[in-house]
């Protein structure tokens, strides 16, 4: 089921630690990908898209010449010309960031292309510019080298790990200054509601805070008391 523009909305207004919490609930331990960051700069809005999935292994030397870029079916190129706008390409490269998973070229096409943010758990290369591209990314590290040197591209759109969380395609992305988590897609709808519900008791509670009130029975909720009031701050909040 394709991701709705309602849901996209949604998504983009809440944190990936809120959707944490959601999943949580649920019994969902391993969605955030681990050792990412983002490499766009801060204030950027979160990044939400369906993943399209390249998968990498090691590479072998006989096979993984500069020849390989004239096929058009080699999987990373094919997959920068084919990623549809708005998904999120995900890149497995094995948590391994000695050589780039893409460069500031590459990038600089999904970009264009209305493609919604990209993602590794290795490196980039031209990581300056890429960050300057307004584009989501999110990588472990810069690396120069290129993927050859150590990645082999074997795969297209097929369920991946990346950064020791499962990917499949169409699973929906969301990344923010905490990293990317994966939201399975068939529970987007229903996270992006919960997670709207929570964001706004958050902010609530926020507000109490930095005004002085303790957390005891105000986060979580444990006191009714707190929750007539949210209720009271909601409808003065157009929340």
Same mark, same amino acid.
């Given at each position: 089921?394709?991701?709705?523009?309602?849901?996209?909305?949604?998504?983009?207004?809440?944190?990936?630690?809120?959707?944490?919490?959601?999943?949580?609930?649920?019994?969902?331990?391993?969605?955030?990908?681990?050792? $990412?960051?983002? #490499? *766009? %700069?801060? =204030?950027?809005?979160?990044? @939400?898209?369906?993943?399209?999935?390249?998968?990498?292994?090691?590479?072998?030397?006989?096979?993984?010449?500069?020849?390989?870029?004239?096929?058009?079916?080699?999987?990373?190129?094919?997959?920068?010309?084919?990623?549809?706008?708005?998904?999120?390409?995900?890149?497995?490269?094995?948590?391994?960031?000695?050589?780039?998973?893409?460069?500031?070229?590459? $990038?600089?096409? #999904? *970009? %264009?292309? =209305?493609?919604?943010?990209? @993602?590794?758990?290795?490196?980039?290369?031209?990581?300056?510019?890429?960050?300057?591209?307004?584009?989501?990314?999110?990588?472990?590290?810069?690396?120069?080298?290129?993927?050859?040197?150590?990645?082999?591209?074997?795969?297209?759109?097929?369920?991946?790990?990346?950064?020791?969380?499962?990917?499949?395609?169409?699973?929906?992305?969301?990344?923010?200054?905490?990293?990317?988590?994966?939201?399975?897609?068939?529970?987007?709808?229903?996270?992006?509601?919960?997670?709207?519900?929570?964001?706004?008791?958050?902010?609530?509670?926020?507000?109490?805070?930095?005004?002085?009130?303790?957390?005891?029975?105000?986060?979580?909720?444990?006191?009714?008391?707190?929750?007539?009031?949210?209720?009271?701050?909601?409808?003065?909040?157009?929340?």
């Amino acid at each position: 089921m394709a991701l709705s523009d309602a849901t996209r909305a949604k998504l983009k207004r809440v944190s990936t630690a809120t959707l944490a919490t959601a999943l949580f609930k649920r019994g969902f331990r391993q969605q955030m990908i681990q050792d $990412v960051r983002p #490499l *766009h %700069a801060p =204030g950027t809005e979160s990044m @939400v898209g369906e993943a399209f999935t390249v998968r990498y292994i090691p590479a072998r030397e006989d096979l993984n010449t500069l020849e390989v870029f004239k096929d058009p079916e080699h999987p990373q190129r094919k997959a920068v010309e084919t990623c549809p706008p708005g998904h999120v390409l995900v890149l497995d490269s094995r948590k391994d960031a000695r050589a780039a998973s893409a460069g500031g070229i590459l $990038v600089a096409r #999904l *970009h %264009a292309r =209305g493609v919604a943010g990209v @993602v590794t758990d290795g490196g980039f290369r031209d990581s300056l510019e890429i960050a300057t591209l307004g584009i989501p990314a999110f990588h472990n590290r810069p690396s120069a080298p290129t993927n050859l040197t150590l990645n082999h591209a074997i795969a297209l759109n097929e369920p991946i790990a990346c950064g020791d969380a499962p990917v499949f395609p169409g699973d929906v992305l969301v990344g923010d200054g905490d990293g990317v988590i994966v939201l399975p897609a068939h529970l987007a709808d229903e996270l992006a509601d919960e997670a709207t519900e929570m964001t706004a008791y958050e902010d609530f509670v926020t507000e109490r805070v930095k005004a002085g009130h303790p957390i005891r029975g105000l986060y979580p909720a444990t006191d009714p008391k707190n929750l007539e009031i949210f209720a009271e701050w909601r409808k003065a909040n157009n929340r």
